[in-house]
């Protein structure tokens, strides 16, 4: 479900995020702001990581991953709807904007990802006690 998530995201990432009122001129979050593509691409290289964590961790998964990735999906999530209530940086560059649908499509995307990575997270699969019968201690043991 992250994974889905992070997918919506990135295709978000270049359809219009904003627009001018006026004038009928709009900009793709790609061309918007380097943030925006940046948090998707950053979103694209964690999904890479749980899918590599369901085939090599224990447990079928990394919790800190899951929780980076729940992390991440929540900043994504800010900066989508920063852009719908108003736009960052409108003022230095001088523009009225408009949200424009590619901000509410990232939006969503971003909810889904960082509600599918927290749905993983919350499974004791990721934790290194998960069955509670083993206990792993810090540091070396005398032998």
């Known amino acids: ?11 978000a990432t ?16 790609y061309e918007t702001d380097t943030t925006i593509p940046l948090v998707a691409f950053l979103g694209v290289g964690l999904a890479a990581g749980l899918l590599y964590a369901l085939n090599r961790a224990r447990g079928r998964q990394h919790r800190g991953l899951s929780l980076t990735t729940m992390a991440a999906g929540i900043a994504a999530a800010g900066l989508a709807l920063s852009y719908i209530l108003d736009a960052p940086g409108a003022l230095e560059r001088g523009g009225d904007y408009s949200a424009e649908f590619g901000a509410w499509i990232g939006l969503i995307g971003a909810i ?3 509600v599918g990575a927290f749905l993983l997270a919350k499974e004791p699969e990721g934790d290194d006690d ?3 019968t083993e206990h792993v201690t810090a540091g070396h043991t005398a032998h």
Request: hydrophobic share 55%; net charge negative.
């Open 130 to 132: 998960w069955h509670g």
């Open 14 to 29: 270049f359809l219009d995020w904003v627009s001018t009122e006026g004038e009928s001129v709009t900009g793709t979050g």
């Open 112 to 114: 889904v990802w960082a």
């Open 1 to 11: 479900m992250a994974t889905a998530g992070v997918v919506v995201f990135l295709i």
